[in-house]
């Protein structure tokens, strides 16, 4: 499996889980011009944007490890120019990352990161 085909698996499963905790999952690779967000949610009034990192295994650093400063302030940007986009000016909102590294073809350590950084 390519990279580009495991980071879609990755992020279809970190979808499907933020479902299953309750999240409604408003957009998925949501992208303008300062970059894209994996996927875009709410927790009941909180906007939640999060960060899906896809790992066969550790050999380059762990999933978390790849969250860098530079990686959080471009979220902060898109976070700013999404609430801007939709008018949703007085929302609270959270960054989460979602690691996923794999075990076998068809099973892999999902972790959720909630409030993983505040807005740089």
């Known amino acids: 499996m390519n990279n580009r085909d495991l980071g879609k698996r990755g992020e279809d499963a970190a979808a499907a889980y ?7 999952v408003v957009e998925r690779n949501w992208r303008c011009k300062a970059g894209e967000v ?34 959080q302030k471009r979220l902060t940007r898109l976070a700013r120019t999404y609430v801007a986009q939709t008018g949703m000016d007085e929302v609270e909102v959270r960054f989460d990352v ?23």
């Open 18 to 24: 933020l479902e299953r905790a309750g999240m409604a």
């Open 98 to 120: 979602v690691t996923l590294l794999t075990i076998s073809e068809d099973r892999a350590l999902l972790r959720h990161h909630r409030a993983a950084f505040s807005a740089a």
């Open 38 to 71: 994996d996927i875009i949610a709410l927790d009941g009034t909180v906007l939640v944007l999060v960060e899906v990192k896809t790992r066969k295994g550790c050999g380059k650093g762990t999933p978390e490890e790849a969250i860098s400063p530079t990686k």
